[in-house]
């Protein structure tokens, strides 16, 4: 059974970082491209940041340059390093593959605030 669990969400200041971790059953990691989405307070979910199976990553407009993914396969986890952090980042964090998704985890929550 498909199965995604997202962590490291805080409360942090502008300015600060997060990392963000997603562990996956390997049915869901295996040789898939996976995403870090996101959903604002009263916004739709969309994606910040995809990597493929090989470490091909690609990035939002908004986000290149400040968030970082990465995976390690072998652990069935992928990662978002997230750095300069403002104020619209605050969001529930998930992750999924980009391509036919599986049922989503809870997600992890990211306020940045001062």
């Known amino acids: 059974q498909a199965q995604l669990v997202e962590s490291g969400g805080d409360l942090v200041q502008p300015g600060g970082s997060l990392r963000l971790s997603c562990v996956g059953s390997?049915?869901?990691?295996?040789?898939?491209?996976m995403a870090w989405y996101r959903q604002p307070p009263g916004k739709q979910r969309a994606w910040v940041a995809t990597?493929?199976?090989?470490?091909?990553?690609n990035y939002i407009p908004a986000v290149e340059g400040r968030f970082t993914i990465s995976r390690d396969n072998a652990l069935n986890t992928v990662y978002l390093q997230m750095n300069s952090l403002k104020s619209e980042d605050t969001a529930v964090y998930y992750c999924?593959?980009?391509?036919?998704?599986?049922?989503w985890g809870q997600g992890t929550p990211v306020t940045v605030s001062s």
């Open positions: 990597i493929t199976y090989t470490g091909l990553t």
């Open positions: 999924n593959r980009f391509y036919s998704t599986v049922p």
């Open positions: 390997v049915n869901v990691f295996e040789s898939k491209t």
